[in-house]
């Protein structure tokens, strides 16, 4: 997709290195999806990134807007009062992908992930230990 690279770790175009994300890598995959699900295309909403990642350094302002699709078109709405760009240059405003309501729902699952993987390893120690006494 090439929307949001992994700003911890690429591949590089080898096999089998895993790709490391960031918080914020996380936070603007889940902004994308929300975008994909409101009916923008793929196209749309690489050129919207694009567009507000030129402009307004959308990449590392993320919690401070909000973007808005009607699935035609996209736009950024800055919280000052009367401040929208359209993204796409076109459209009216219809549904809201609030990017901070997204961060948190991203920190709550990466929180949820840890516990759940912290509870797997333990799990995954005792069996061994019970292994070792021969249980």
Excluded at 1 to 17: A, F
Excluded at 119 to 130: I, N, S, T
Aim: hydrophobic share 40%; no cysteine; glycine share 8%.
């Amino acid at each position: 997709m090439g929307l949001v690279r992994p700003s911890i770790q690429q591949t590089g175009g080898r096999p089998g290195v895993a790709r490391m994300y960031s918080f914020r890598d996380l936070v603007a995959l889940r902004v994308v999806k929300s975008l994909l699900d409101g009916g923008m295309s793929l196209q749309r909403v690489r050129r919207a990134w694009e567009f507000l990642n030129r402009t307004a350094g959308l990449d590392e302002h993320l919690a401070e807007v909000k973007l808005v699709t009607d699935g035609k078109t996209i736009f950024k709405v800055v919280r000052r009062e009367n401040e929208v760009t359209d993204a796409l240059r076109q459209g009216q405003m219809a549904f809201f992908v609030a990017i901070d309501e997204v961060t948190k729902q991203v920190s709550d699952e990466v929180s949820e992930f840890r516990r759940d993987r912290d509870q797997f390893v333990r799990a995954l120690r005792e069996a061994q230990r019970e292994a070792k006494l021969g249980r």
